[in-house]
C-alpha cells in the first residue's frame, strides 16, 4: 500500500530529501550543457584551426552579449505575471530544457575546412542559440532556490545539493569527454614527422608518431564525436530537468519576485544601483567571478598544457577529477561547519587554502622532469580544491541570503533580476577571462595552424606558467571578494533573519 505524504499546514509537502535531490538535478541538468563550454575554446582552436587572435574577439563578442542576456531574462520573468499550470519558474525551465536537448551540439558543427568567415557565422550564431537557450532554463532555476523554503539552513542543505548536481554534472565531460574526443596519432603517410625520434628509424604504417621533445605519443581531436557528444549530453540534460520539474515543490508565493514596487516599469540602472550596493551580492559575485578565472579560463591552456607538454590531453579530465575530489569531503560535514563557524567564515578559510595550491602550482614549470612536475601540479590542484569545497557547497546559499539582504535593506526582495545581476558578472569572467588567455596564448608562441602537434617547446612550457599564474590569481579573487567585501558573518546573518521573521510575521 503506497504510504500517503503528509502535508504542512500551507498544503504544500514538508521539505525533504526529495526537494534536495530534485535541486541537485536541475544543476546536473545545467551542467551537461555549461561544462562544454571550455570544450568550445579548444574545439574551434584545435580542430577548426581558428587564429588565436580572432577567436578571442568572437568569444568575446558573443559571451558580452551571454553577459546582457542574463538581465534581460531575469527581468522578463519578474514581470510575466501570467499564470502557469506547471508556475512560473517551471515553465520558464522546460522551455529552456528543450532547447538544450539540441543547442549545446550548434556550436560544435564540425566544418574545419570551411572559410574563414563562414567558420565566424557558425561560431557566432551557434553560440548565441546555444547561450540563448541555457539563460531561458539557469537563470529561473538559480532564483528558485529562495522559493522552495524561507528557512536559511534549508536554503545552504539546497546550496550543497546544487554542488552535487553540478560536480557529478561536470564529470561526464571533465573526464569521459577527453577520453572520446582525443585519439593517438599513427603514422599515415603524411604529418610533418616522418621518424622515429627515439629509434633514428622511419616510421611504417600503423606506428605510434611519438613527440620529438618528449618521447611520448602525439594525440589529436576528434571534432566529429564532439559534436555527437554534445548531443548526447543534451538528452541526459533533458531528463535531469524534467525529473527535478516533477518532484521539486515550490513552498514561497512566486508573486512575491518583483523587481518594481508600485507598478513603475523595470529600470536596469535602478536595479543595477541597487545591487552593487548590496555587499552581500558584489562579494559572492567576485568570489564567483574569480572562481571562474580559474576553472573556466584556464580551461584550454590546461588543455593545451597537457597535449604539448605532457601529451596525456586524453586524460587531463582524470587529473583535474582527481584534484577537484577533495570537494566530496566536505558535502557530509558542510551544514555543521556553517552552523558552528558561519558560511563566510568557513569559506574565507578554504580561500587561503586554495591560495596556498596557488603557489606550489607555480614550482611545477620550474621542473625539468615532467612526471615530477605532473605530481607538484596535482599537489597544488588539490589543494586549491580543498580550498574551493567549502564555497561551492556554500556559493548559491550566499546568494540568498544576499536576496534576504536586498529585503533587508531596500524593502524588495528582487529575486530575479538580483540572482541575473549576479549571473552577469559571473558571464563577463567567463567571456572577457578565455578571451584573454587566448590572446595570452597567441602572444606566447600558440600557433593554431599546427593544433597540438608541432607547437615548440617553448610554447608548451609557456602553458605550464599561465595555467599556474590563472589558479592563483583565481585563489587570490575568491579571498578578496570572501573575506574583504561580503560582509555578512554569522552574526549579521543571525540579525537579518530575525529581523526578517518578525517583518513577515507582523504583515501576516
Not at 514538508?14 to 555549461?34: E, Q, R, T, V
Request: charged content about 15%.
Amino acid at each position: 500500500m503506497k504510504k500517503e505524504v503528509q502535508l504542512g499546514a500551507d498544503g504544500k509537502r514538508p521539505f525533504g530529501m526529495l526537494d534536495k535531490i530534485a535541486y541537485a538535478a536541475g544543476d546536473f541538468g545545467c551542467n551537461m550543457s555549461f561544462a562544454l563550454k571550455g570544450t568550445v575554446q579548444t574545439f574551434w582552436l584545435v580542430f577548426m584551426m581558428m587564429e588565436t587572435g580572432l577567436l578571442s574577439a568572437l568569444l568575446l563578442l558573443v559571451q558580452v552579449w551571454d553577459a546582457v542576456n542574463d538581465p534581460l531574462i531575469g527581468s522578463l520573468i519578474d514581470n510575466d505575471k501570467r499564470n502557469y499550470k506547471m508556475g512560473k519558474f517551471k515553465t520558464y525551465i522546460f522551455i529552456g530544457a528543450c532547447g538544450l536537448l539540441v543547442a549545446g551540439a550548434a556550436v560544435f558543427l564540425p566544418f574545419p575546412n570551411a572559410s574563414v568567415v563562414v567558420k565566424a557565422i557558425l561560431f557566432i550564431l551557434g553560440y548565441i542559440v546555444w547561450d540563448a537557450c541555457y539563460t531561458v532554463a539557469n537563470v529561473p532555476y538559480g532564483s528558485m532556490l529562495s522559493l522552495i523554503t524561507e528557512d536559511s539552513g534549508e536554503r545552504a542543505q539546497l546550496s550543497t545539493w546544487r554542488s552535487i548536481g553540478s560536480m557529478f554534472g561536470n564529470i561526464v565531460p571533465m573526464v569521459v569527454l577527453p577520453m572520446l574526443i582525443w585519439q593517438k596519432v599513427t603514422y599515415d603517410g603524411s604529418g610533418q614527422y616522418h621518424t622515429n625520434p627515439l629509434t633514428g628509424e622511419a616510421y611504417k604504417i600503423g606506428d605510434p608518431v611519438l613527440d620529438p621533445m618528449t618521447g611520448e605519443q602525439f594525440e589529436t581531436l576528434l571534432g566529429e564525436r564532439v559534436f555527437w557528444a554534445a548531443l548526447i549530453m543534451g538528452i541526459f540534460g533533458f531528463v535531469a530537468f524534467m525529473f527535478m520539474i516533477k518532484k521539486i515543490t515550490i513552498r514561497v508565493d512566486e508573486s512575491s519576485v518583483k523587481t518594481n514596487e508600485g507598478g513603475e516599469k523595470f529600470n536596469i540602472i535602478k536595479s543595477f544601483g541597487k545591487f552593487m550596493k548590496n555587499r552581500p551580492a558584489v562579494g559572492a559575485t567576485v568570489a564567483a567571478m574569480g572562481m571562474f578565472l580559474g576553472m573556466q579560463s584556464a580551461t584550454t591552456a590546461n588543455t593545451i598544457m597537457f597535449a604539448t607538454y605532457f601529451n596525456k590531453a586524453s586524460m587531463s579530465g582524470v587529473v583535474q577529477m582527481i584534484g577537484f575530489l577533495p570537494m566530496v569531503l566536505f558535502l557530509p560535514f558542510i551544514k555543521k561547519m556553517v552552523n558552528k563557524f558561519g558560511k563566510k567564515e568557513a569559506s574565507v578559510a578554504g580561500t587561503i587554502v586554495s591560495v596556498v595550491g596557488g603557489i606550489i602550482m607555480l614550482v611545477f614549470p620550474t621542473l625539468e622532469n615532467r612526471d615530477i612536475a605532473l605530481v607538484v601540479y596535482l599537489i597544488g590542484l588539490v589543494l586549491f580544491g580543498i580550498g574551493m569545497g567549502v564555497y561551492t557547497c556554500v556559493s548559491w546559499a550566499l546568494m540568498a541570503d544576499a536576496i534576504d539582504y536586498n529585503e533587508w535593506k531596500y524593502g524588495s526582495r528582487e529575486e530575479g533580476t538580483v540572482y541575473s545581476l549576479h549571473s552577469f558578472f559571473r558571464k563577463l569572467a567567463q567571456g572577457i577571462g578565455p578571451s584573454v588567455v587566448l590572446v595570452f596564448m597567441g602572444v606566447l608562441g600558440y600557433d593554431s595552424k599546427l593544433g597540438t602537434i608541432g607547437q615548440t617547446f617553448e610554447t608548451s612550457h609557456n602553458m605550464c606558467w599561465l595555467v599556474a599564474g590563472l589558479y592563483l590569481f583565481s585563489a587570490v579573487v575568491q579571498f578578496v571578494g570572501l573575506a574583504l567585501i561580503y560582509n555578512m558573518d554569522k552574526k549579521t546573518l543571525e540579525k537579518m533573519n530575525s529581523e526578517l521573521e518578525a517583518k513577515r510575521a507582523a504583515s501576516k
